[in-house]
T-cell receptor
Framework: DAGITQSPRHKVTETGTPVTLRCHQTENHRYMYWYRQDPGHGLRLIHYSYGVKDTDKGEVSDGYSVSRSKTEDFLLTLESATSSQTSVYFC????????????FGPGTRLTVT | AQSVAQPEDQVNVAEGNPLTVKCTYSVSGNPYLFWYVQYPNRGLQFLLKYITGDNLVKGSYGFEAEFNKSQTSFHLKKPSALVSDSALYFCAVRDKNRDDKIIFGKGTRLHILP
């Protein structure tokens, strides 16, 4: 987890409220990713970024938005939280895309009641 | 569709015995393959990868994986299991049809029995 932090680490929120999760890296890696981990589904990509202000959708992007105004920070926003967004969220970074490994943060456990 | 499969949800191995965690893939073109491990309440950690070259890849913590093109497999192995190897293991493959994003298998839980 060195070089990548996520905040908050735990959060409980109510349905319909907006939520923002933060990922911060000190490695100066170009690529940053947001995943969600759910039992039986493994890891699923929500959004990713390939540079400042450059982002793209992953396979489960509905209900989520992202922003990257600085190399080191990648924010994930749940615009109006739903119970189906209860999950563990992981941020990851990598130097490149295809042949580079990813390094993961410690995760954020989000519960939407 | 390009994909990666881990056919076993759980694998149980006695301590000291060799272990294998299976992974098969389906991609077009040359595959880039990865293994990650996740310990409880932690993020995933990179173990090893196959990009090109020798089919036997060595990684962290004594793990290795063999790339088998004819069987489209990339099984993770270790000659002698430790109780501390108990964790969740993920295989991943580059998805050339999705802008080279990495897609993950559903994971295999490895239990090493003392």
């Amino acid at each position: 987890d060195a070089g990548i932090t996520q905040s908050p680490r735990h959060k409980v929120t109510e349905t319909g409220t907006p939520v923002t999760l933060r990922c911060h890296q000190t490695e100066n890696h170009r690529y940053m990713y947001w995943y969600r981990q759910d039992p039986g589904h493994g890891l699923r990509l929500i959004h990713y970024s390939y540079g400042v202000k450059d982002t793209d959708k992953g396979e489960v992007s509905d209900g989520y938005s992202v922003s990257r105004s600085k190399t080191e920070d990648f924010l994930l926003t749940l615009e109006s939280a739903t119970s189906s967004q209860t999950s563990v969220y992981f941020c990851a970074i990598s130097e490149g895309q295809a042949n580079h490994e990813q390094y993961f943060g410690p995760g954020t456990r989000l519960t939407v009641t | 569709a390009q994909s990666v499969a881990q056919p076993e949800d759980q694998v149980n191995v006695a301590e000291g015995n060799p272990l294998t965690v299976k992974c098969t893939y389906s991609v077009s073109g040359n595959p880039y393959l990865f293994w990650y491990v996740q310990y409880p309440n932690r993020g995933l950690q990179f173990l090893l990868k196959y990009i090109t070259g020798d089919n036997l890849v060595k990684g962290s913590y004594g793990f290795e994986a063999e790339f088998n093109k004819s069987q489209t497999s990339f099984h993770l192995k270790k000659p002698s299991a430790l109780v501390s190897d108990s964790a969740l293991y993920f295989c991943a493959v580059r998805d050339k049809n999705r802008d080279d994003k990495i897609i993950f298998g559903k994971g295999t839980r490895l239990h090493i029995l003392p």
